[in-house]
């Protein structure tokens, strides 16, 4: 009886191990992919796609995204319309926390580039909260007027 139960902990142990290790590389970040990401209700068809993983000094890992399909309301007519942000530095554990559901692969808009570059110019900050707390917080902005919060094209 003694050895039955270790046969089947040590099977069921290998179990976990092995889905544990079957998720960790389910969800390894790499450039190129869609994900679904921690949106609120109205953002469920805004993705996020990886354009750059970078190694920092002072952040670690940065990852460059941009939010597609994102859900706003036209500023004139309050209709519903749809935008990209084109680039928003995270660190990788905001990414990894916030990523839900691989979407495929895409590549980032191609305004992607520039705006990479006038960041990396700037000497611009790294987002260090969810992906879905930062878009609330730039749409929140821009609704508010801010026209630096928000720079789509």
Same mark, same amino acid.
């Given at each position: +009886?003694?050895?039955?139960?270790?046969?089947?902990?040590?099977?069921?142990?290998?179990?976990?191990?092995?889905?544990?290790? !079957? /998720?960790?590389? %389910?969800?390894?970040?790499?450039?190129? !992919?869609?994900?679904?990401? /921690?949106?609120? @209700? @109205?953002?469920?068809?805004?993705? +996020?796609?990886?354009?750059?993983?970078?190694?920092?000094?002072?952040?670690? &890992?940065?990852?460059?995204?941009?939010?597609?399909?994102?859900? %706003?309301?036209?500023?004139?007519?309050?209709?519903?319309?749809?935008? &990209?942000?084109?680039?928003?530095?995270?660190?990788?554990?905001?990414?990894?926390?916030?990523?839900?559901?691989?979407?495929?692969? &895409?590549?980032?808009?191609? !305004?992607? %580039?520039?705006?990479?570059?006038?960041? &990396?110019?700037?000497?611009?900050?790294?987002?260090?909260?969810?992906?879905?707390?930062?878009?609330?917080?730039?749409?929140?902005?821009?609704?508010?007027?801010?026209?630096?919060?928000?720079?789509?094209?």
């Amino acid at each position: +009886m003694c050895r039955f139960l270790f046969f089947l902990t040590s099977a069921l142990l290998a179990c976990l191990a092995s889905a544990s290790a !079957q /998720d960790a590389d %389910t969800f390894a970040i790499q450039i190129g !992919q869609a994900w679904t990401f /921690d949106a609120a @209700e @109205e953002q469920q068809s805004a993705r +996020m796609i990886i354009g750059k993983i970078e190694e920092h000094e002072s952040f670690g &890992s940065i990852v460059h995204v941009s939010l597609v399909n994102v859900s %706003t309301k036209h500023p004139e007519t309050g209709d519903q319309t749809f935008l &990209s942000i084109m680039h928003m530095p995270f660190t990788q554990e905001a990414v990894e926390y916030s990523a839900r559901k691989l979407d495929g692969d &895409s590549d980032p808009p191609p !305004q992607f %580039t520039d705006a990479l570059a006038y960041w &990396s110019r700037v000497k611009g900050g790294v987002w260090t909260i969810s992906v879905g707390t930062a878009l609330t917080e730039v749409l929140l902005a821009a609704e508010a007027g801010d026209p630096s919060a928000i720079n789509v094209r």
